[in-house]
């Protein structure tokens, strides 16, 4: 008997690792910088303990991952990005951005497969809260402590830290709606450090994700209207304390983000020209991963003296310009089979406020990206996953039951 329980518990130590390995990759995702500042491998760790895991697992098994069409986007998406590298092996940038893609898409199509069988995605959705909950925090900290005028914490941009934060505030609607009030009552905690933390960004584009994400939840009849008033209420008493408490600092915040946020909108349609610029002249396999950077001066006529390598401050146009028309295509297909893939978990059954909550989250990216370089964070990519992993759930007849979700 002795020997069959500890059979038993054998064979659950790989689902419980693979739930391990896959809920750190995503919580650590938020707070990469502060890992960074500790070791410059450390980030890197719990992606790659996830990945050999996620291997030996299937291997000893013998399974195959469990296929959806957003496996194919991801290895036809890979193949343009090696082959663009490959055409543009000489720039500068072309293998450092190269190994930003590859992991991503790799990460990608795991979480796919795990979420639909070992790990169920209300975690992965709580992981992301919880990451995003302590960037948040260390947004204040970086406000309140050390002085800066907005607050970027664990990340350099104070719009990309924005964004991290607001793809998460929709995740946590399931959270405060589950049968755990323990859980409801840390989940209201991690929304307003998550509020208050993108509130201390001064990030526009941040702002018009975030409103976009509520449209979508109110619509979907996910978020009601009282309990929306009834936030904005509390938020507006909050900012008002703060403001108070911090008049000085404020006025000096708001200053200089007006003054930045005028140089913004010049710099942005100088690189958002740009970018169409070279996607018109490399319309096949652009110029490389990367290559914005290095073509930009010559793009743009050195029009930023001060600026010589910058991102696009599009994720559209930079994707486009940096791999061509195939690889924007390829590219705009993964966000799409996202959505459809969500609605279809949606109507055979999955949890209405996690599906919804996931869309929500994915418009908010999407919306952002207009405005800022997102393809190298993993919120974009977790929604991706986590909606097709639901379609699989709900598809097949071994999936787990949607209250496992």
């Known amino acids: 008997m002795t020997a069959l329980v500890a059979a038993r518990r054998d064979l659950r130590l790989p689902e419980r690792s693979l739930r391990v390995f896959a809920c750190a990759t995503v919580a650590l995702a938020p707070i990469e910088g502060y890992l960074l500042a500790v070791h410059g491998q450390l980030a890197k760790l719990a992606p790659a303990l996830l990945a050999v895991t996620w291997f030996a697992v299937r291997v000893r098994d013998r399974e195959w991952p469990r296929p959806h069409p957003v496996h194919a986007l991801l290895a036809l998406f890979a193949v343009v990005v090696l082959v663009s590298a490959g055409v543009h092996v000489a720039e500068p940038y072309a293998l450092e951005y190269t190994l930003r893609w590859l992991p991503f898409l790799l990460v990608t199509a795991i979480l796919v497969d795990v979420a639909s069988r070992e790990v169920p995605i209300r975690m992965l959705l709580a992981s992301a809260v919880a990451g995003a909950a302590v960037a948040g925090g260390g947004a204040l900290y970086s406000l309140i402590a050390e002085g800066e005028s907005r607050a970027s914490g664990p990340l350099d941009d104070p719009n990309d830290l924005a964004h991290v934060l607001v793809a998460a505030l929709p995740l946590v609607v399931p959270l405060v709606a589950g049968r755990r009030k323990s859980v409801s009552a840390l989940a209201l905690v991690a929304c307003a ?22 449209l979508w939840l109110v619509a979907r009849r996910v978020l009601s209207l009282r309990v929306l008033a009834a936030a904005v209420g509390v938020l507006a008493l909050l900012a008002l304390g703060g403001a108070v ?59 930023e003296i001060d600026e010589q390598s910058p991102v696009a401050h599009n994720m559209y146009l930079e994707v486009a310009a940096e791999l061509g028309l195939p690889g924007f295509l390829f590219f705009v297909a993964l966000i799409g089979a ?67 979700q």
């Open 245 to 303: 408490v911090a008049q000085d600092e404020l006025a000096k915040a708001l200053q200089e983000k007006s003054f930045i946020a005028s140089t913004n909108v010049d710099t942005r349609e100088l690189r958002w020209q740009a970018a169409a610029r070279i996607l018109t002249d490399n319309p096949l396999l652009g110029v490389g991963p990367g290559g914005f950077r290095a073509e930009y001066p010559g793009a743009s006529h050195n029009a």
């Open 338 to 404: 996202a959505v459809v893939a969500s609605e279809r978990a949606l109507r055979a059954g999955a949890d209405r406020s996690h599906m919804v909550a996931v869309q929500a989250a994915l418009l908010a990216t999407a919306v952002a990206s207009t405005f800022l370089s997102e393809q190298y964070y993993l919120p974009l990519w977790l929604m991706i996953a986590v909606a097709c992993a639901a379609e699989l759930r709900t598809g097949s007849g071994s999936a787990r039951p949607a209250r496992d």
């Open 193 to 214: 450090v998550l509020v208050a933390g993108a509130a201390a960004t001064f990030s526009r584009g941040g702002g018009l994700a975030l409103g976009a994400a509520v």
